[in-house]
């Protein structure tokens, strides 16, 4: 079988700017400022958890659903922060990371020719998942600085082939949050329509300024048509876990989870029992100023440079804008900052299909206050 004769599904997609980003700040021992991920370490009590777990014998299949307690701690923690009572034998699915979970939620939902509406720059595995479940991609372009949607002109996309709308707050990579009025928007424009959301969510708890996470679970005329998307990678500082939530109606629950038990089955044993245990204690609550320290760090350590900025307002992702050091594209910036500079940071391009003439970077601040220090002191030299 020779290479020509498979027909890609994907032809357009390569590796992941993320994958390109972080190899290239290996090759050049660049300070990785890229793919999101923190440079510090996981609680060791949650360590230990999961350690502990796997000394008992936790070691085989979870239930397809997901460990019925950790099913439990998180309808409790829902409940508490967002005043909806999710049943976890039902509604709740455990999954391996937020990817997987929109992924699943596509699949379960998306049928030839249906349209999506999807809002870019936009994460960049929507797309794909989309175009492999036969879905149509109708894009909703962004734009710097503000990345605001002018919901007049997103609803002039909304047609009867519209299946399904994805949005996500806090947003990657443009560290911005929808409002509440974004949502009451959203709600006044989905009102008397079938239409299905897919909400990412995984940065709920990086959010900063005392603005507070709104999630769809708070909107009564969209929590029932949503799929809501949440990651404990994201929460508890492990990426590498790969490990996350959906939360959904029943009746949508049901669908995802006819695709969920064929695509991974189930997840990691051990670590659903750790997390289950280790989320008694609510430790998300320190997480703003945790990740508005370093976002002000950082920033602060950029006074004096050449770039300009919006302060995020949630992700662990801060845009700069090189526009006053250079105008070349931005892949060819952000590869030359990595090899020149030991900077790696993301292109803003490719979260677009067709890109526009801007001159931002992405830069991840998880990471320790002397990563942030020496990237800095690299960046202010430009
Ligand atoms: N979500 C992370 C980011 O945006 C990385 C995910 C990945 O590498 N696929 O950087």
Redesign the pocket.
């Known amino acids: 079988m020779q290479a020509e004769q498979v027909q890609s599904k994907l032809p357009a997609v390569g590796t ?1 700017i ?2 390109i980003m ?1 190899a290239l700040a290996n090759e050049y021992k660049a300070i990785n400022l ?4 923190p440079d510090f370490e996981v609680s060791e009590e949650l360590i230990s958890l999961v350690h502990e777990y796997m000394k008992k014998g936790f070691n085989q299949y979870a239930p397809m659903a997901g460990h019925p307690a950790l099913r439990e701690q998180i309808a409790l923690k829902t409940d508490k922060i967002y005043h909806r009572k999710y049943n976890p034998d039902t509604e709740i699915t455990i999954t391996s990371g937020g ?1 997987q979970a929109i992924y699943t939620a596509i699949a379960a939902i998306v049928k030839p020719g249906d349209e999506v509406i999807v809002i870019e720059p936009a ?3 929507y797309v794909p998942a989309i175009l492999l479940n036969g879905g149509i991609p109708v894009l909703y372009s962004l734009y710097g600085p503000d990345f605001k949607i002018d919901w007049t002109e997103f609803a002039k996309l909304i047609s009867h082939k519209t299946k399904l709308i994805i949005i996500n707050t806090p947003h ?2 443009a560290g911005t949050i929808f409002t509440e009025e974004d949502l009451n928007s959203l709600s006044m424009l989905l009102k008397d329509t079938g239409i299905l959301i897919i909400s990412d969510e995984v940065y709920e708890h990086i959010i900063f300024d005392g603005l507070s996470h709104q999630s769809v679970i708070r909107f009564p005329e969209l929590l029932n048509r949503s799929f809501v998307v949440f990651s404990f990678g994201k929460t508890y500082h492990a ?1 590498g876990w790969k490990m996350g939530y959906c939360l959904a109606p029943e009746y949508l629950m049901k669908e995802f989870r006819k695709v969920h038990q064929f695509l991974v089955f189930s997840s990691n044993t051990p670590l659903q029992h750790a997390l289950a245990e280790y989320m008694k204690n609510a430790n998300y609550l320190e997480l703003p100023s945790f990740y508005q320290n370093k976002r002000d760090f950082f920033l602060e350590m950029l006074h004096g440079s050449g770039f300009s900025f919006t302060p995020s307002k949630g992700s662990y ?1 801060q845009l700069l804008d090189y526009s006053g050091i250079s105008n070349e594209k931005d892949t060819e910036f952000a590869i030359k900052l990595t090899r020149e500079s030991g900077v790696a940071s ?1 292109p803003l391009s490719p979260f677009y299909k067709t890109p526009p003439d801007q001159h931002y970077l992405r830069f ?1 601040f998880a990471k320790k206050s002397e990563t942030l220090a020496s990237a800095a002191e690299k960046l202010r030299t430009l």
């Open positions: 992941t993320f994958t972080s890229s793919q999101g991920f990817t994460y960049d595995s990657n990579p990426t992702f993301i991840c």
